[in-house]
Antibody
Framework: DVQLVESGGGLVKPGGSLRLSCAAS????????MNWVRQAPGKGLEWVSSISSSGSYIYYADSVRGRFTISRDNANNSPYLQMNSLRAEDTAVYYC?????????????WGQGTLVTVSS | EIVLTQSPGTLSLSPGDRATLSCRAS???????LAWYQQKPGQAPRLLIY???SRATGIPDRFSGSGSGTDFTLTISRLEPEDFAVYYC????????FGGGTKVGIK
């Protein structure tokens, strides 16, 4: 079975940094794009970033470009999201999701999410 | 950026009713790259439909998707108790965007 398990969330002060990880299993990780999608408390879904299967192609939402960096380690079956210069509006549950087809795709499997809270 | 507008915001229905959810795009969604997700409280979203009308693995056939261009619809033919949830559309023809969601609640 496909499993995605996020970790690394927590409470951080404005301007601080966090690194999210996602442990992937149950599929050939190096064959799929990986993505981060977030959901602020009580709000809808917002795509954050995508990385191609090889890591060669990377895309960001305007709201995080220049502050967040997506990466992946195909040897360890993990995508990562380095989040710098965090703001209160970055407070959300962050989901790791598998891209079903290509880099820009729909998302066929999702993790349970990790909560990031940015507050002083 | 393609903006997706979902309507209605809330739908109050009874088990056994038919639910019709709308998703309208601010510009044409290329190749009908439109997906639908279901989300229940405290859970991750679940893929229902991709390519505007293809059901994902394991999704019951009471869920169907239709539409093209800028207008898309998710139909649940007969609501089961487990179908009461929030539904989101997403386009992936360009940088992904999601609609604001439609909550299907019990009347």
């Amino acid at each position: 079975d496909v499993q995605l398990v996020e970790s690394g969330g927590g409470l951080v002060k404005p301007g601080g940094s966090l690194r999210l990880s996602c442990a992937a299993s149950g599929f050939t990780f190096s064959s799929y794009s990986m993505n981060w999608v977030r959901q602020a408390p009580g709000k809808g879904l917002e795509w954050v970033s995508s990385i191609s299967s090889s890591g060669s192609y990377i895309y960001y939402a305007d709201s995080v470009r220049g502050r967040f960096t997506i990466s992946r380690d195909n040897a360890n079956n993990s995508p990562y999201l380095q989040m710098n210069s965090l703001r209160a509006e970055d407070t959300a549950v962050y989901y790791c999701a598998r891209g079903a087809r290509g880099v820009i795709s729909f998302f066929d499997y999702w993790g349970q999410g990790t909560l990031v809270t940015v507050s002083s | 950026e393609i903006v997706l507008t979902q309507s209605p915001g809330t739908l109050s229905l009874s088990p056994g009713d038919r639910a019709t959810l709308s998703c309208r795009a601010s510009q044409t969604v290329s190749s009908s790259y439109l997906a639908w997700y279901q989300q229940k409280p405290g859970q991750a979203p679940r893929l229902l439909i991709y390519g505007a009308s293809s059901r994902a693995t394991g999704i019951p056939d009471r869920f169907s998707g239709s539409g093209s261009g800028t207008d898309f619809t998710l139909t649940i033919s007969r609501l089961e108790p487990e179908d009461f949830a929030v539904y989101y559309c997403q386009q992936y023809g360009t940088s992904p965007t999601f609609g604001g969601g439609t909550k299907v609640g019990i009347k």
